[in-house]
């Protein structure tokens, strides 16, 4: 693909390219595609990769939710059991379980569909005991992908990442 010379350094793309999927579109291709979804996305990611003359093997697939929000998502397990969304500074926000059970795969992605709005509105669950919790007071709580409300940073977390800072 020609694009641009301004476009790279060193060879390769200075930009990000991402693929993105309405979640309306995404949980459907879930349901229905389920079996090869994980597959097909990777071809789409390589190709990606190959067309954009990307360096790294980061796959950029990001959900949009109601509000037009986006998220990175990674759908994980053969064919897959799970779809895990993080915020774009890769907050943890959810998890759907998908089995085979459709009625239980639906209330378990429209969970994670609630959560992202919830996020767009500026609040998000902790991920230690599930409290919906106003966003901008705990950022700054946080232990790898987890973010943590007052009480489960001050009772657990808040060590833990100490020790693993300065030990
Ligand atoms: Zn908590």
Redesign the pocket.
């Known amino acids: 693909m020609n694009y641009p010379d301004i476009f790279k350094r060193n060879n390769h793309s200075i930009f990000v390219p991402m693929i993105s999927f309405h979640y309306r579109d995404l949980f459907k291709l879930i349901l229905e595609n389920g079996e090869n979804l994980d597959k097909d996305l990777e071809i789409l990611r390589k190709e990606m990769k190959i067309a954009t003359n990307q360096q790294y093997d980061d796959s950029h697939f990001v959900v949009s939710n109601i509000y037009g929000d986006i998220f990175r998502f990674m759908i994980i397990g053969k064919p897959y059991s799970c779809l895990s969304i993080w915020n774009m500074t890769d907050f943890g926000i959810g998890k759907a379980i998908i089995t085979n059970n459709r009625e239980e795969a639906e209330k378990n992605l429209n969970d994670v569909k609630k959560r992202m709005e919830i996020y767009t509105e500026g609040k998000i669950h902790?991920?230690?005991?599930?409290?919906i919790?106003d966003y901008n007071h705990i950022k700054s709580h946080r232990w790898f992908a987890g973010i943590?409300?007052d009480?489960?940073?001050e009772t657990k977390y808040k060590a833990i990442e100490a020790k693993e800072n300065y030990s």
Request: negative net charge; contains cysteine; hydrophobic residues 10%.
């Open positions: 902790c991920s230690g005991c599930d409290s919790e943590y409300c009480s489960c940073w």
